[in-house]
């Protein structure tokens, strides 16, 4: 054996998150986090206190202020697809909170109506009923929102996300 000590080289440090993003990308990472775990936790205590999902409290809200209410009208007043707002409705008929009846002129149609049920779990839950981020948007100026949209628009066509995406409630994801 030779009388060189031998040495191992150390592996080459990996580098860490900012390093690999760039500190304004590592920014904004941050920031999506933030955003993302207001909404969640705000989802998770609705469902705590109330027992059913964020997006049932807000379809029941929305029935509860417009009573008579069709499901493509809830559809559009919670802005998802209207499969999506059938399927919140079976699933609130379902559990005896929400009832359709076809009283009007076009038989086809349901009204909506909150049952005791469907009033005593909004009276459970904690508000804003349709979430903590669309209540946040509301509260931001016009300008804010119009440049909100178009750097937003820049980092969806970078994603190249299933567009069908945008008409889940965020509740759901």
């Given amino acids: 054996m030779s009388s060189k000590t031998r040495t191992s080289k150390a592996p080459a ?84 909170m929400l009832v359709a009846e076809r009283n009007g002129p076009d038989r086809r149609a349901v009204q909506l109506r909150v049952l005791p049920a469907g009033a005593r779990v909004l009276r459970r839950a904690p508000g804003p009923f349709a979430g903590v981020l669309p209540e946040a948007l509301a509260r931001l100026d016009a300008k804010t929102l119009e440049r909100l949209d178009e750097d937003l628009a820049a980092l969806i066509e970078a994603l190249n996300p299933d567009e069908k995406a945008a008409g889940i409630p965020l509740a759901q994801m």
């Fill in 13 to 96: 440090p990996v580098p860490s998150q900012a390093e690999d993003l760039g500190e304004p990308a590592t920014r904004v990472l941050r920031r999506f986090r933030l955003v993302f775990n207001a909404v969640k936790t705000h989802f998770q205590q609705v469902e705590k206190r109330a027992g059913v999902g964020g997006a049932q409290i807000w379809a029941l809200s929305v029935v509860r202020a417009n009573p008579g209410l069709g499901v493509n009208g809830l559809a559009r007043a919670m802005d998802i697809h209207q499969t999506t707002a059938s399927n919140l409705v079976k699933a609130l008929v379902g559990a005896d």
